[in-house]
């Protein structure tokens, strides 16, 4: 997006910080210290500094993803960069509900202080619709216009919360942090995913990345520097309140700053906090404000909403419609009025997106390894991994009621997105994959089956290829997961087949017992004798029978072989150039093993795949020569499994299944995979 189409860049480091700290320093330390302690009393001393430290490991993969990618829209427009479509819709929708309900707490915060301190007889609606009328024309004109007023807010708290904390230090009676836990660690957890709110202020300078300037070095710089003062503020003056009046006490307020500042200082420190406490809610209203609306106008130009979401305006270069919705609904949801309750449908949401957006750092590694990365995480994968876990381990802790609305309002994103014939065509192209999951999910209950394969050659290695391939065709019919382990006498091939396969290789000759006995036999369920040598083969076979393992298989080609193998129970596959296929026929489809191709079977099946340049590309299977006793069972493309028809096309990389008789699909093998003549 050029400079004259699209936002200006004229945020830097310091007003990015003022970004972050403007919403950060709002509810956490001016509204739910009063919930923390009615919860936990002093132990919201270390869920404070346990769940900043937590957020850490976030904040390090928003500075990464940042600074590659400075556009608007924060998380969501890093999802929508690796993850499929409806998964960045409901990135960008939990965004947009976490923003939305802590605007609206914000509001309300500020509705409560003016009531308490300045207008007792005025409702809470009147005060939140003036608030959010004069911040939306704020935020109209820019996010520069709104942030020099929010700095100046933001440094008046900040003198305000650092002067309370270095004065209440000194009168911190230690008697009343003792004990730590007076209702027990039970509600520890459950009150950390409720204070998460108040840390995600970093996540907002992410969101206004096409306004920052040099965005590759602020925006890291920014994120690291508020979090840093968010812990530390945080931690510091929560240890003050809960040492300077009795947590009971602090439960009972609804301005627990301006409660904790007058005990200090009288009516002074009392002024001194309402200042601070009004400052505070009004910077967060307005910075939250102002990212919601963007995340609304990233739907919009992503086309996941109309696109009139999308539109700029045309003096200011801001999202006007969108934050005229955004500012309409959270006139709409302070009416809740519910400090804890707002507050924690607000972490609901934050938690949710959040976590996905840490998962999207991993997916952006894989899928663009060469995009530039001015700031790299160092630990790559635990950072991110951890920082999902540090998500979503909350979300089930949250209130009943939150979550009950979180959930509506996420059903109300999908309606709203599957209103879009696009979505829609979208989600059905997704079918097959989810299918594929479902299928890999359904393997998750499938017993394991102990496979050797004695001979690691081409033709052992063919065998664990397909034992071990996890497309969706052969999960369909799979009956076990498969672990491989290989018997090989050479030594180079054994280094080989470890490296390529990560499974138990013995070194040895397969046809000695003491090699087969240390393989366990007691624990093997099949044995397959695959070398290209058909007397090792039955020697080996016999063996493995010898030692007590039930089901062997031994490749053999000579008759004289394959009698004396059967005789003794040992199922021979004599099909050269179908092998791997009919063993896996014989493990996961007995019943049409004893029909293709096991001995004197009547028909064989071959899966093949059709090669670039083959004569049969871009040709319809009608204009086939395929021989007359042959079929075309099926056909399988990108994982998909594709009925033949006629007139359906061949592609290069189709996987194609042909049923006949021995030498009919030998004749069918060499048409499908054959190329033109002097190619």
């Known amino acids: 997006m050029s400079e004259g189409a699209g936002f200006r860049r004229n945020v830097g480091l310091f007003m990015a910080v003022m970004i972050g700290i403007g919403a950060m320093m709002g509810p956490g330390i001016f509204a739910l210290p009063t919930e923390v302690a009615g919860s936990i009393g002093p132990l919201g001393i270390v869920a404070y500094l346990a769940m900043g430290l937590l957020t850490v490991f976030t904040a390090l993969n928003y500075s990464e993803m940042g600074a590659a990618i400075p556009i608007a829209g924060g998380g969501y427009s890093f999802t929508s960069r690796v993850l499929p479509r409806p998964v960045a819709f409901l990135t960008g929708w939990f965004f947009w509900i976490g923003n939305t309900l802590a605007c609206a707490l914000y509001a309300v915060i500020f509705a409560l202080t003016v009531r308490n301190y300045f207008l007792p007889d005025v409702g809470i609606l009147p005060v939140v619709a003036a608030t959010t009328a004069t911040f939306t024309l704020a935020n109209l004109r820019g996010q520069a216009e709104a942030l020099k007023t929010i700095t100046i807010m933001n440094i008046v708290e900040l003198i305000v919360l650092v002067g309370l904390g270095v004065l209440g230090a000194f009168h911190v009676e230690p008697a009343r942090l003792e004990p730590l836990a007076p209702m027990g660690w039970g509600e520890l957890v459950p009150t950390m995913g409720l204070i998460y709110i108040s840390y995600v202020g970093f996540d907002l300078i992410t969101v206004a990345a096409e306004e920052i300037v040099d965005p590759q070095k602020t925006i890291p710089r920014a994120i690291l520097v508020t979090l840093g003062v968010g812990i530390a503020i945080y931690v510091g003056l929560l240890w003050v309140m809960m040492g300077v009046v009795d947590y009971k006490e602090l439960a009972e307020t609804s301005t627990p700053v301006v409660f904790v500042a007058e005990q ?169 994959s989810m299918r594929r999951v479902k299928l890999r999910i359904r393997a998750l209950r499938r017993p394991d089956m102990h496979v050797l394969i004695i001979g690691g050659g081409e033709q052992g290695a063919n065998i664990a290829d397909r034992l071990l391939a996890q497309d969706e065709f052969r999960m369909v019919f799979r009956s076990a997961q498969y672990q491989i382990t290989f018997i090989e006498a050479d030594e180079d091939r054994c280094e080989e087949l470890g490296s390529r396969y990560s499974v138990p290789v013995f070194h040895g000759d397969g046809t000695r017992q003491e090699v087969l006995e240390q393989t366990e036999p007691d624990k093997i369920d099949v044995a397959i004798a695959a070398t290209d040598d058909d007397e090792r083969n039955a020697i080996a076979a016999l063996q493995a029978r010898r030692l007590g393992i039930d089901r062997v298989i031994a490749i053999a080609r000579d008759p004289n072989y394959i009698h004396l193998l059967e005789d003794a129970g040992v199922v021979c596959i004599s099909a050269p150039y179908a092998t791997a296929a009919m063993v896996e026929n014989y493990l996961d489809r007995p019943g049409v093993a004893e029909l293709f191709e096991i001995e004197t079977g009547v028909a064989s099946l071959m899966d093949l795949v059709v090669p670039e340049g083959a004569t049969v590309v871009g040709r319809r299977i009608h204009e086939i020569d395929v021989p007359e006793q042959c079929v075309v069972a099926a056909v399988l493309r990108d994982e998909e499994f594709v009925v033949p028809r006629g007139d359906t096309e061949l592609h290069a990389g189709d996987h194609v299944i042909l049923v006949g008789p021995k030498h009919e699909v030998k004749a069918a093998q060499d048409v499908f995979t054959g190329t033109p003549a002097g190619a």
């Not at 609904?329 to 400090?339: K, T």
């Open 264 to 432: 200090l200082l009288g009516g002074w420190g009392r002024w001194a906090g309402v200042v601070a406490t009004v400052m505070a809610s009004l910077s967060a209203f307005s910075v939250t404000l102002g990212a919601s609306s963007r995340v609304l106008f990233a739907l919009g130009r992503d086309g996941h909403f109309p696109g009139v979401f999308s539109r700029l305006h045309d003096r200011y270069r801001t999202p006007h419609i969108a934050l005229f919705v955004c500012s309409g609904l959270v006139v709409v949801l302070s009416a809740l009025g519910v400090v804890r309750f707002l507050a924690s449908v607000s972490s609901f949401g934050y938690l949710v997106a959040i976590g996905i957006v840490n998962y999207a750092g991993i997916a952006l590694r894989r899928r663009m390894p060469d995009l530039r990365r001015p700031f790299r995480v160092a630990l790559y994968p635990a950072v991110p991994i951890l920082g999902v876990i540090a998500c979503w381990f909350f979300v089930p802790t949250l209130e009943t009621r939150s979550l009950l609305l979180g959930g509506g309002l996420t059903a109300v994103g999908c309606v709203l997105y599957l209103a879009s014939p696009a979505n829609r065509e979208e989600l059905r192209g997704m079918l097959p």
